[in-house]
C-alpha cells in the first residue's frame, strides 16, 4: 500500500465520536477513554485487545468495568484496527492469507474476530 494511502487508512481507522455522553462516564473511566484515543492512535487494537491493554495489570491497571465502558464509549471501526494490524505484521515478516487471519484472531494473538481477522488480511494484501 502506498504511504499516501496508508496514512488515509489509519486516520479514518482511528476516527471515533463518544457513543456515550461524557456525563455517564465516572472520572476513572473518562481516564481510560484518554489512554485507549492514545493506543489507538499507536497501532490497530481489536475490542478485546484493547480491554486487555487497559485493564491488564501490565498495561494502565484500570478495572475490567471502566475499561469496558470507556471502549464502548467510543466508535471504532475494528475492521479498520483489524487492516492496520495486518500492515503492522506484514511490514514485519511474510504471512499466507490463513496464517496472518490466525494471527489477528487468536485468543494468544490480536484478538480480533474472524470476520475482523479476514477483513483485515483481505485489505492488507495477504490474501
Sequence with gaps: ????MLVTAMICAVTYAP???AQSLSGAQKNAVRSAKSYL???GFSR???IEQLSSEYGDGYNITDATAA???LSVDWNEQAARSAEDYLNLQGFS???LIQQLSSSAGD????SQATYGAKKAGAC
Excluded at 500500500?1 to 499516501?4: F, G, P, V, Y
Excluded at 484478538?111 to 474472524?114: A, D, I, R, S
Design 19 to 21: 457513543i456515550a455522553s
Design 48 to 50: 478485546e485487545g484493547l
Design 97 to 99: 492469507c490463513n496464517g
Design 1 to 4: 500500500m502506498k504511504k499516501s
Design 41 to 43: 492512535n499507536l497501532k
Design 111 to 114: 484478538k480480533f474476530t474472524k
Design 71 to 73: 471502549v464502548d464509549s
